[in-house]
């Protein structure tokens, strides 16, 4: 999706809810809010404080956390826990209903976000009596093709090293 066709509907809902809630429309906010829409993939605080950081825009981490929990609290953003990682968020494209999974690779923590319309499908299908569905979030956990390429390779290495010192 273009940056501005996802950046322009956020920073109208982030203008709308900053002054629903009688709060400052500060640059800072506006920044941050680029930031986060300048890519789809997931981003740690951390990371994308040293990106403001390394881009020249300086802002406290303090303001920055404090920011993405506004992001949160107006809907901009979600928050992901996968494992015993760190939070991870996402932006939330406005008027976009985007549900996907994740898949979390229990060796390395690697995560990648994947659609699958079936899933999607019966998932969205549910019906609560007293609950209305908005979004949703999987997780998948497992071994990525990374860590079990190199789980084959320390195995076969293993069975070598018995192979050999096994007496002829």
């Not at 890519?39 to 605080?45: E, L, P, Q």
């Not at 403001?52 to 929990?69: D, I, K, P, W």
């Not at 019906?127 to 209305?132: E, H, I």
């Amino acid at each position: 999706m273009n940056d501005d066709k996802a950046l322009n509907p956020a920073r109208a809902a982030l203008s709308q809810y900053l002054k629903e809630k009688k709060m400052r429309r500060t640059p800072e906010r506006f920044a941050i809010l680029e930031k986060v829409f300048s890519t789809d993939a997931h981003f740690y605080v951390d990371a994308l404080h040293e990106s403001l950081e390394m881009e020249g825009y300086h802002v406290s981490l303090s303001t920055v956390y404090a920011t993405v929990q506004l992001f949160l609290e107006a809907g901009l953003v979600r928050r992901h826990q996968f494992g015993n990682q760190p939070a991870q968020y996402e932006r939330v494209l406005q008027g976009v209903t985007e549900n996907h999974h994740h898949l979390v690779c229990t060796t390395c923590g690697r995560v990648r976000a994947v659609k699958d319309e079936e899933i999607a499908a019966r998932i969205s299908g549910l019906r609560y009596s007293t609950f209305r569905t908005e979004f949703f979030s999987l997780y998948v956990y497992g071994l990525c093709s990374r860590c079990q390429k190199r789980l084959r390779k320390e195995r076969r290495k293993e069975l070598e090293a018995t192979e050999k010192k096994k007496p002829k």
